[in-house]
T-cell receptor
Framework: GDSVTQMEGPVTLSEEAFLTINCTYT??????LFWYVQYPGEGLQLLLK?????DKGSNKGFEATYRKETTSFHLEKGSVQVSDSAVYFC????????????FGTGTLLAVQP | GAGVSQSPRYKVAKRGQDVALRCDPI?????LFWYQQALGQGPEFLTY????????KSGLPSDRFFAERPEGSVSTLKIQRTQQEDSAVYLC???????????FGPGTRLLVL
């Protein structure tokens, strides 16, 4: 079945460092891809999404490009801030009648001042 | 406007007790999803409603789990005869339609002793 694999954390960076969180997927169809973020004590929030190959999703300085040839959707940010500390989840929607989300295991990002 | 709300936020149950978890979706959202998030894992799909119809319950782990949305708005997830392995965060999400962005509630953290 469809699945998502993302790099294990925790990822610890200094403020203003470059961030990459790797995400790859397996899917039989043409899924949409998402990054969700969970800040401490809060619920899951959609960070960005891409619905077809070569689309780039972006928000709050974060970017991810839907790469069908490598089945990847890596999350990047050029300069992280302490406020970016959170758990990041890569997910796909299966595109079926339900369109349920299938999540990776999450990556904890800790940014130090 | 108000987001997705869930109650209670925390629930402690003794093994064998029945519990009921409530979800209030965003007004007007047709689609409602329940997910289960075990500690250190990504959310996993449980069930999906379109209005009052439960169209997909393939993720419910056993017949002890039951969900309903009788008037197409508020939903209740019921777990009968709780077991320790049921301990998790239960997330509710709603969307305008199944292909639209899912908005998550804060979750109910269930601990079964």
């Amino acid at each position: 079945g469809d699945s998502v694999t993302q790099m294990e954390g925790p990822v610890t960076l200094s403020e203003e460092a470059f961030l990459t969180i790797n995400c790859t997927y397996t899917a039989t169809g043409y899924p949409s891809l998402f990054w969700y973020v969970q800040y401490p004590g809060e619920g899951l929030q959609l960070l960005l999404k891409a619905t077809k190959a070569d689309d780039k999703g972006s928000n709050k300085g974060f970017e991810a490009t839907y790469r069908k040839e490598t089945t990847s959707f890596h999350l990047e940010k050029g300069s992280v801030q302490v406020s970016d500390s959170a758990v990041y989840f890569c997910a796909l929607s299966d595109g079926g009648a339900t369109n349920k989300l299938i999540f990776g295991t999450g990556t904890l990002l800790a940014v130090q001042p | 406007g108000a987001g997705v709300s869930q109650s209670p936020r925390y629930k402690v149950a003794k093994r064998g007790q029945d519990v009921a978890l409530r979800c209030d979706p965003i007004s007007g959202h047709v689609s409602l999803f329940w997910y289960q998030q075990a500690l250190g894992q990504g959310p996993e799909f449980l069930t999906y409603f379109q209005n009052e119809a439960q169209l997909d319950k393939s993720g419910l782990p056993s017949d002890r789990f039951f969900a309903e949305r009788p008037e197409g708005s508020v939903s209740t997830l019921k777990i009968q005869r709780t077991q320790q392995e049921d301990s998790a965060v239960y997330l509710c999400a709603s969307s305008l339609g199944s292909v639209e962005t899912q908005y998550f509630g804060p979750g109910t953290r269930l601990l079964v002793l």
